[in-house]
């Protein structure tokens, strides 16, 4: 009989208590999961990956705290304004790549900014671990996570972003928007073919044939602004309470709590993030480019 043998192990840090010491607290946070990743496994972790997460309050927590979890949609629009852009960025820097001969910074990345403007502000809210010797809370700070630029033909320097677009960022879903547009005009003559030959073809049928889903099944000009869905909303309490959302998928890893004020216990932000485990550096993150 064949001796069974376990899957070998693969080190990496999937879970992490956020915390924030960056001066008045925000009303609203955002988990960046490659950079939290990065931080604390001490390696590159790319922004163009679909990060399965999950997200957990403390018990510690006082009765009443509650916080909205959202992240981008899983959709196809998300997906391609992201290669979209990722696309201009290479076809931008190809000369200067070449020019380099290709010897990029060694820990070059594509980022995109997530674009949020919410009410009371939103930050990223930090990963920590503990000290040796005295456990002692200690956040990350040191890191470079700078969001990719490129200049465009009037030479100003602009980024990109999921959210609107302005004088120094292109908005990414905008800009995949205005490629995509859809002309709903019938281009199939009214009348059928063999129109004389089979007794059973009738003009109102074929005008049918041609009118009924000559117009696509969405917006044809405009893939719309809605790009985040609600994950759910996290809530101590007497009564029933939800402490975890349970995995879903982040694409880039951006993940927003709103009215994240409320998790305030100890001084300290009471909430920590888990990735999937999987093959992608120890973490299910399928590629957004493929």
Known sequence: MARRTSKKHYPVQRTTGLTWTGGPLPANFMIDGPKVLSQTNHRLYRQSRYYEMSVTLDTDLPDGSTVDVYALADTWMVQKAYQMAKMAWDESNAEEKKMLNNRLARWNDFRVDHGLVLTGGIEDVLATNFLKGSLSATPFFAGEFTRSTVVDQTGALRAFSFGAPTASRYSIIEEYDAS???????????????????????????????????????????????????????????????????????????????????????????????????????????????
């Open 180 to 290: 995509g547009n859809t002309s709903t005009d019938p281009t199939v003559p009214a009348t059928g073919p063999y129109s004389g030959l089979l007794p059973n073809l009738e003009a109102g049928a074929a005008a049918a044939l041609q009118d009924q889903g000559n117009e696509p099944p969405y917006d044809a000009n405009d893939i719309g602004q809605a790009i985040w869905i609600k994950v759910g909303t996290l809530h101590l309490g007497s009564g029933r309470q939800r402490t975890s959302t349970g995995f879903f998928t982040a694409p880039c890893g951006f993940v927003a709590l709103k009215g994240a004020d409320t998790l305030i216990g100890d001084n300290q932000v009471e909430i920590s993030c888990e990735f999937k485990r999987g093959d992608y550096k120890g973490v299910h993150a399928p590629s957004m480019l493929e």
